[in-house]
């Protein structure tokens, strides 16, 4: 057991602790505004003076014109759903945000977040479009339900995280979770889950082009100069 658990997720932990040890909490700013900006929409949102300003800036449903849709999105993966415990969206965001900014970075980790995201969002409009009779289709009825949370950025996030460091346990486990949540609860929500499963392998394989195409480039570049190749 300790052989796997060093193999899945030694290579992350080191990462982690590192990053910790030397800079402690100012290794996860952006996760830390995060936590900050979920908590102040969702104190805002229950004051009669502020659900409106929260509806106009984070509200997203796919009823919506889609650009406004769009414009929402951002924000909207901050505003914590009004039917779950807010704690929740935090504890989320607090641990899978703060590895995914440590190990990914803060820039990798705000494209994957959106981008899990927004294949949420465009996956509301197709699913109501196709309607409620194919495995992938929804009622009509979805398109008024207000989509909000973090949690698209979150399985997308992990997903991610766990390609990184080629922990194919916890990435395959994380999957399959999504997928058994979509057959015990074939809803609006567990259907995004996997969108924004599919958004971030998207971003995998884009990923793993780039990498190879580079280390072409790179084996190219050693050939014509005629130097050995640097061996690890």
Wanted: glycine fraction near 10%; charged fraction near 15%.
């Amino acid at each position: 057991m300790s052989a796997f658990a060093r193999r899945e997720w030694g290579p992350l932990y080191a990462v982690l602790r590192t990053a910790l040890a030397e800079r402690g909490w100012r290794a996860v700013p952006m996760t830390l505004a995060a936590v900050c900006l979920t908590a102040l929409f969702q104190l805002t949102q229950n004051q009669g003076w502020g659900y409106g300003f929260v509806r106009g800036v984070g509200f997203v449903r796919a009823e919506d014109p889609l650009w406004l849709a769009l414009l929402r999105t951002p924000l909207s993966l901050f505003v914590p759903a009004l039917d779950l415990p807010v704690w929740g969206a935090l504890a989320q965001i607090l641990l899978v945000f703060g590895i995914a900014e440590i190990a990914l970075g803060r820039l990798r980790t705000l494209v994957v977040a959106y981008v899990s995201t927004l294949a949420g969002t465009l996956y509301a409009r197709i699913g109501i479009a196709a309607g409620p009779d194919g495995p992938f289709g929804l009622p009509a009825d979805d398109a008024r339900i207000v989509d909000t949370g973090p949690s698209a950025a979150v399985v997308g996030l992990a997903v991610v995280v766990c390609w990184r460091f080629r922990a194919w346990f916890t990435g395959a486990l994380v999957i399959a979770a999504m997928v058994v949540e979509v057959i015990v609860k074939p809803n609006l929500a567990g259907k995004e889950h996997l969108a924004a499963i599919a958004g971030a392998l998207v971003l995998c394989a884009i990923a793993g082009v780039r990498q190879r195409r580079a280390a072409q480039r790179l084996l190219r570049t050693e050939g014509r100069s005629g130097a050995p190749p640097i061996r690890s």
